[in-house]
């Protein structure tokens, strides 16, 4: 939206009337579909200050830096935890099952996925958004390359009810997935233990911008989760031997 608004300025700057459209808008009343953006574009399109094949390529690289501002849109945590973020990763990983007991004897909601033969994985999931604004998830939305503050917090964590961790954290722009294992996130420097008094074994675990750095050798693209996931399990294995 900066990039956008900035855009804008410098074509306003242009206009011949340029103080006289900034000050309509100071005033301007948006009622959905008009706003401010269709009134300045409006102007810019009439003074031919901006062209038809110019509006067309700003409008494509917005959306281009804007491809999961819808999700930001979904105000319930489960909504985007429990349902986008699994189905989400159910499309990308297509031999991920629901857990039952006949997959697993001892299942009873512990975790998320199963994969077979037989790992078991938590899906958490989260949004980067400016840690010091206090307007709607939407408009504080960052993009990947933003400089300002955020904190993304994976909540009830229980790393011995699951072999493997995936992370969803989306932008503005781009989707990440970190998969761990959990003997990796129990024992990593950002976890901390007791989120909830009493509750044994339970954490959280901070990605924030100025440590975000530290889990890029768990980092992985789309394609890559899968075998990512088999990997992360036989670290586990290995751990408990």
């Not at 129990?186 to 008094?197: I, V």
Request: hydrophobic residues 35%; negative net charge; charged residues 25%.
């Amino acid at each position: 939206m900066e990039k956008l608004r900035a855009h804008l300025d410098d074509l306003l700057d242009q206009l011949e009337q340029a103080d006289e459209v900034r000050s309509r808008l100071d005033e301007l009343i948006s009622v959905y579909p008009f706003n401010e953006f269709e009134y300045i574009i409006s102007h810019l399109l009439v003074a031919d200050i901006l062209t038809l094949d110019g509006y067309h390529q700003m409008r494509d690289e917005y959306i281009e830096r804007n491809l999961y501002l819808y999700l930001f849109e979904i105000s319930a945590p489960r909504g985007f935890g429990e349902r986008w973020a699994q189905g989400h990763l159910k499309e990308l990983v297509q031999d991920l099952q629901r857990p039952n007991k006949t997959l697993d004897p001892e299942y009873s909601g512990q975790y998320d996925f199963f994969l077979p033969p037989q790992v078991r994985i938590e899906v958490k999931a989260s949004r980067a958004v400016d840690f010091d604004s206090a307007e709607p998830l939407y408009i504080k939305a960052l993009s990947s390359d933003s400089v300002k503050r955020f904190d993304m917090n994976f909540q009830q964590i229980k790393p011995r009810f699951c072999d493997v961790f995936v992370w969803v954290a989306a932008w503005r722009d781009v989707i990440m997935y970190w998969v761990l294992s959990s003997s990796e996130v129990e024992s990593n420097a950002h976890y901390s233990r007791g989120q909830h008094r009493g509750n044994v074994g339970e954490g959280q675990l901070h990605i924030k911008h100025d440590n975000i750095q530290d889990f890029e050798p768990y980092l992985f693209k789309p394609n890559e989760l899968e075998a990512a996931i088999r990997s992360a399990y036989e670290r586990q294995q290995q751990q408990q031997i």
